[in-house]
């Protein structure tokens, strides 16, 4: 990681080395400890399945860095329909997935430096090669997140994320 994106915490005080740009969670919200007992319950690190009845695939909310050559992640989790969810299964490990539609979804991570909530918003999941996690586009409301993944942020805005997770663990597990 370059040094220039080392940076001096307002919370702390500290010098951090390196500037973090992906920021991930375990499991859906709504997976809860103790679910993986139940063998109508998946957690893998892709795909999540509760009671049989609900379905979710993780993927990446990429954000451009507009003052930067690079891109801001959220490693999140959508739900989607039984039906969507069995396609995407069946063409997981098959070279040319990528060019299957996109998968309508809800949002089921709380990131909760936003306001309001970003449970429920409305997503398409994009699946790409074989290999790569599907990319989640948010769809283009005034939502903070959803702005954000439209117009990118700045280093600047990247560092008072890492501030506020390094100190208040704003995106749950």
Not at 2 to 13: E, H, I, P, Q
Not at 151 to 172: F, P, S, V, Y
Request: aromatic fraction near 10%; charged fraction near 25%.
């Amino acid at each position: 990681m370059s040094k220039a994106l080392d940076f001096t915490c307002s919370c702390c005080g500290d010098r951090h080395d390196g500037l973090p740009l992906s920021y991930a969670t375990e499991a859906p919200d709504y997976w809860k400890p103790g679910m993986e007992d139940d063998s109508l319950n998946l957690l893998s690190s892709d795909q999540c399945v509760i009671q049989g009845r609900a379905f979710f695939l993780r993927g990446l909310i990429e954000i451009p860095l507009v003052d930067a050559d690079d891109v801001f992640t959220w490693n999140v989790w959508v739900s989607l329909s039984q039906e969507n969810f069995i396609r995407a299964c069946e063409f997981w490990g098959i070279p040319g997935r990528e060019s299957e539609p996109p998968y309508f979804g809800w949002l089921s991570t709380e990131l909760s430096i936003y306001s309001p909530s970003t449970i429920n918003l409305k997503t398409n999941l994009h699946t790409r090669p074989v290999g790569e996690r599907p990319v989640i586009e948010l769809e283009p409301t005034d939502h903070p997140l959803a702005v954000e993944q439209r117009t990118g942020i700045t280093l600047d805005r990247a560092r008072q994320i890492a501030e506020i997770l390094l100190h208040g663990g704003a995106a749950r597990h």
